[in-house]
């Protein structure tokens, strides 16, 4: 079945780096698109970043410029380098796929950005 499995995260100072993997088992990984999102205490969950098939991506503006989504096909793993992490990036990360209307999520990993 469809498994999506994030890590990579973990407690980190403002202005450091994580990069988050999410590894994709049960589907065939290249032919869908992969977003990741994050959702922190008493919020929403919220887009942060999105990559089509094709490799084409799009970011949230908290995020542009100090994250990249990128995606291995052949691994059958996405991920998300986040550097110059801020507080206010403290949440759990998921990553997300959608294969024919049905949506699949990961369990999500705890990012952390704290003095």
């Known amino acids: 079945q469809v498994q999506l499995v994030e890590s990579g995260g973990g407690l980190v100072q403002p202005g450091e780096s994580l990069r988050l993997s999410c590894a994709a088992s049960g589907f065939r990984f290249s032919m869908y698109s992969l977003g990741w999102y994050r959702q922190a205490p008493g919020e929403q969950r919220e887009l942060v970043a999105r990559i089509t098939s094709s490799g084409n991506t799009n970011y949230a503006d908290s995020v542009k410029g100090r994250f990249t989504i990128s995606r291995d096909n052949a691994k059958n793993a996405g991920y998300l380098q986040m550097n110059t992490l801020k507080p206010e990036d403290t949440a759990v990360y998921y990553c997300?796929?959608?294969?024919?209307?049905?949506?699949?999520w990961g369990q999500g990993t705890q990012v952390t950005v704290s003095s």
């Open positions: 997300k796929t959608v294969i024919l209307a049905s949506v699949y």
